[in-house]
Every structure is written in C-alpha cells, then in structure tokens.
C-alpha cells in the first residue's frame, strides 16, 4: 500500500513539474516548419509581409531563412533577420498571457559572419514595454561555428495577449542571427516551494524504508 502511494506521488510530482517546465507559449520557435525553397543556396530571403515560417510574419526589409547556409542552434533552421535590408520577424498570433503574470522569454543570438557590422544590434519589443536592445559580436566566428549565446528577459504582462518582434539594427544585410525562441510563464514561488516539499516528501519515505 505504501508502495503505490509512493510511486502516486512521485507520478502526480512528475505531472506537476512537466506543468510547470513545459509550457512554451511561442509556436515554431526554431523555424523549423513552413513553406522552405532554398534553390541550392542555402537560404531563402523573405520580404515583409511573408508567412512563409509557420506561426510568423516578416516585417521591414525582409529576412533569410536559413537552411544549410549556416549551423542552427536548435534543429536545422535559424534566422538572419537582415534579408536584402534590416528586417525583421514577429509572431503571428501574439501570445496568450495573463495580466500580472511574469514570464520569460529566451532566444538564441548569433550574428551573420559575412559583413560588417562586427557588433551585430537586435531589438525586442514585447507588448508596450520599451524595446530591449541585445547586441552580439561575431569576431572569431564562422558559418560553421556561429557562437550562439543565449539571451533571457523577463517581463510582466499587462494583458491577456502579449505581441513579440524581433527587429535587425544592423544597418546591413548581415544581421543578428535568431533561433530557438521560447517564452514560458515563470512559476510563482508557493508552487516552487510546493514541489520542492513533495520532492522531500517523497525523499523521506525512501529513507524510512531503507531503514
């Protein structure tokens, strides 16, 4: 009997934590899935309005949709959001967010090792916050080692839908590199302290029946 509670509890936990780690509000956020045509250049440039990237709409100059033409961070699919001209990306159904709920957003961030700039400037704006700027420096790098780095920002959301765009600065068409976006809503500290009990709940008892 109280090996079935136990294994119960340590089941609903893992339910729980999935819950909690596992609840990624953005859709395609490694680009892997759409309508992709590279024509044997491992890339394919989007111009604004495009919805070519499944769950995506391209804004400014258009961006590259990269295939082969350098490594992804996550799967093989990443972004150059400088096409022709500094573009950019935004999710084409903004997110479903509560009012007064923190989130996070982490993204991947490298940077078009062809031309300049060396300091590749991507902005993110989030709902009506003000936009943050993330800058990435592309000395030393290759289309074979990109350097991905991983960016986070935490913001809170001020309504029930939160729009997300990511926007190329650089000037050029060699633009910060995107990929592998994710936005999650962060767990309020009771639930934390919640599971962290029933971790050590579950603990104890195979304490006491080792002994």
């Known amino acids: 009997m109280k090996k079935s509670l136990t294994l119960c509890m340590v089941t609903a936990l893992m339910v729980f934590g999935a819950g909690i780690a596992r609840a990624d509000l953005v859709t395609n956020g490694s680009f892997e899935s759409g309508s992709y045509s590279a024509n044997g250049s491992g890339f394919m440039t989007l111009s604004a309005g495009s919805t070519a990237i499944n769950g995506w709409t391209v ?25 022709n001209n500094p573009g950019g990306i935004q999710l084409g159904t903004s997110l479903a967010t509560t009012a007064g709920q923190e989130y996070v957003l982490q993204f991947y961030l490298a940077g078009n090792p062809d031309g300049p700039p060396t300091i ?12 943050m700027m993330f800058y990435f420096n592309d000395t030393g790098f290759t289309k074979a080692n990109m350097g991905w780095a991983l960016e986070t920002f ?4 001020s309504s029930s839908t939160t729009t997300l765009l990511f926007t190329s600065n650089s000037g050029t068409a060699y633009g910060p590199a995107l990929d592998n976006v994710s936005v999650n809503a962060v767990p309020e500290p009771s639930l ?17 029946r080792k002994s």
């Open 59 to 83: 804004t400014g100059g258009g961006v590259d949709w990269i295939g082969t033409y350098w490594t992804a961070d996550a799967g093989s699919m990443s972004l150059d959001l400088s096409g």
């Open 120 to 131: 590749k400037p991507l902005q993110v704006t989030v709902g009506n916050l003000t936009p």
């Open 154 to 157: 935490y913001f809170t959301a």
């Open 192 to 208: 934390t302290l919640l599971f962290g009990m029933g971790l050590g709940a579950v603990s104890l008892v195979g304490l006491r």
